[in-house]
Each structure stands twice: as C-alpha cells, then as structure tokens.
C-alpha cells in the first residue's frame, strides 16, 4: 500500500485579513471621491433639465400666448389646461413631468422675479440656499 502526501494549499486567515484591510483602505480613500463626483453630477443633471423644461415652456407661449399659471404648473406641459384652445403638447416627451435627480419637484412660479418665469430646484437638501450638492439650482443663472 503506497501513502500519498498531500499538501493542502490556500490562504491563511492573516493573508485573508491583510487583503481586507487594504481593501478597506482603498474604499476608504476612493470612496469619497467618487461621492463627490457624483454629487456634481446629480447638480449638472439638474442643470440640463431645468433647460429642457425652460424651452418647452416657451413652445407652450408660443402656442398659447402665455405661460402656464402657478395653478397650471408644469403639469400644462403634458395635459392641456381647460379652454387651452391653441394647446399643441404634449410639450415633454414622457407622459410625467420630470422630478430633480434628488427626487424633489422643480419650483415653478409665474410671472417670476429673475425673469418671464422662475424655475429651480433646492438641491439635495430641499432647503433654499446650501453649498456644493445642497446648493440652489437656478433657471435664472
């Protein structure tokens, strides 16, 4: 009868520990960066919309004369408002007016004080002022 040696072979439970903790370490550094970046992301999203929502605001004047009122909202965009006769939208392309990347509604007022309206979002926050990814997002600006 013939006796095999075998040798097992693996990670040890310190090998495993050490690999973790540079692990831990890399997120650790990397981590916040890439929250920062997505922080500005959500903010130049933001930006993008609230220029999308301006120019379908001035098709809908130019086919009704007039902006949409406070109580129309940016809901005039997608469903035509009573005796809108000159109503030619949906002026958006989904069928549901878009929310901030924070998942807040745009602040819609009409007539504005920065301009013929005033569009924004109040940022991560939700709160009027605030810095970096809880700062204001002006249509105005």
Do not use: C
């Not at 958006?92 to 901030?100: E, I, M, N, Q, S």
């Amino acid at each position: 009868m013939q006796i095999q040696n075998y040798k097992q072979s693996g990670f040890t439970l310190l090998e495993l520990l050490v690999v973790l903790g540079i692990i831990a370490m890399l997120a650790g550094i990397v981590g916040p960066q890439v929250m920062k970046h997505m922080g500005e992301s959500k903010v130049k999203a933001a930006k993008v919309q609230i220029e999308e929502l301006m120019a379908s605001l001035d098709m809908y004047k130019l086919d009704l004369g007039q902006y949409p009122t406070n109580d129309q909202g940016l809901k005039a965009l997608i469903e035509a408002p009573d005796n809108a006769k000159y109503w030619n939208g949906p002026y958006l392309r989904k069928a549901k007016v878009p929310v901030d990347p924070w998942q807040h509604e745009y602040l819609y007022v009409f007539p504005g004080k920065h301009g013929k309206f005033d569009l924004s979002s109040l940022g991560a926050d939700s709160v009027e002022g605030g810095e970096g990814e809880d700062k204001d997002v002006l249509g105005w600006e």
